[in-house]
């Protein structure tokens, strides 16, 4: 790890009234641009943690540095710290001040003092990515829980942090906002943002976590690789956790046909990639801007020269343009695992892609390599 861009030293907290610490000495880094998630039970602390790295709660004792220099708790330490750490908390209530959805995703953009131009722009942006766009003028207190949630999540990316701490970013969503928003963590790490997330969901940690700190009544008891906290049961048990589906299923498929259990996949593509041998299909990426026509996807399975060919759709524009494209495809969510699991078996897929998420697309196929597929891959 490089250097941390937050870092605990000692921490403890205790909040007025407790007997017991809710943090206990607690040290702990985040290394820039690592994706982390803070795991741990109900109660084991996460939350107060989470309010300590943008100065919402001051240690009882111990430190918390950001980018190598201690915070401070004065009015111009706080309103630097929290122009460079944007913390979602878990309630979105606790989050929303605005009357209306725009004036609540303007108001943090605003207070840095940005000229009205650049507002607009980043509310535009951040409502696009949590797919608000078309609830502008909606009155924040009549918005649904998951609806909240998501404004309270555009309101932290319009202030374009350094880094991204959201409290349980998925709870309350539906399965689709789910996918999407773990989405756009992937695409908010691409372009440089350090996103840290706490969750007790140890399936979308395994997935998604370069490293993860986990926490049992206040206590860290592990930083690192995700592996080597699952590989001891009693101690997931103990956290008061399980492990994860992927985790178990590999460890099994490992088993049964005498393989070792590295490398670990952590999604269904690599577990595949590990177990299936034979000839694979060819992957062809089409990006997609502000538009999407069953022309652009006639080009594509003519340059593929076949009739078999799967067609998915990787990214929220891509989704949003489904409806009215008469693109006919297969896969709508997620798109890659699914394409890329039909070439596996040997078919040709197209995958639509919103251009901006090509990037991540040609990352996840190279990760592949690990597990001993190349795929020949083209973007058109
Ligand atoms: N306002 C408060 N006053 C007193 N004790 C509190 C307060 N908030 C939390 N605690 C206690 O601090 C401990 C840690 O709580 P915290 O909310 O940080 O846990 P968490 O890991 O975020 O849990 P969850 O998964 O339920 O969100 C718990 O024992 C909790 O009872
Ligand atoms: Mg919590």
Known sequence: MGDPIIETQDLTFRYSGNDSPSLDGVSLRIGRGVRTVILGANGAGKSTLFYHFNGLFRP????????????GYRRRGLRELRSRVAVVLQNPDDQIFGQTVEDDVAYGPRNLGLDEREVEARVERALALVGMSGMRDRNTMKLSY???KRLSIAGAIAMEPEVLVMDEPTAGLDPQMSLELMELAEQLHHSGTTVVISTHD????????????????GRLIYSGESEGFYSDPVQVYLTGLI?????????SLCDMRGLPEVPFPRTETQL??????????????LPVRDAMSPSMVDSAVSWLGGTEIRLGLYGTTC???????????DYVFDGFESCMSQCLMGRDVVLLCDEGCVDIVASKIRRLEDFGTVVETKVL
Do not use: C, T
């Not at 989704?319 to 495809?329: A, F």
């Open 319 to 329: 989704r949003r343009l489904l409806p009215d494209s008469g693109v006919p495809v």
């Open 60 to 71: 009882s004792s111990g430190r918390v540095l950001f980018d190598g220099q201690p915070v």
């Open 146 to 148: 998951g609806q909240r």
């Open 243 to 251: 492990q994860p589906s992927m985790f178990l299923i590999n460890k």
């Open 272 to 285: 595949v990639s590990k177990m299936a041998s034979g000839p694979k299909g060819r992957f062809v990426i």
């Open 202 to 217: 140890v399936d979308l940690a395994y997935a998604w976590a370069d490293e993860i700190h986990v926490l049992r009544k």
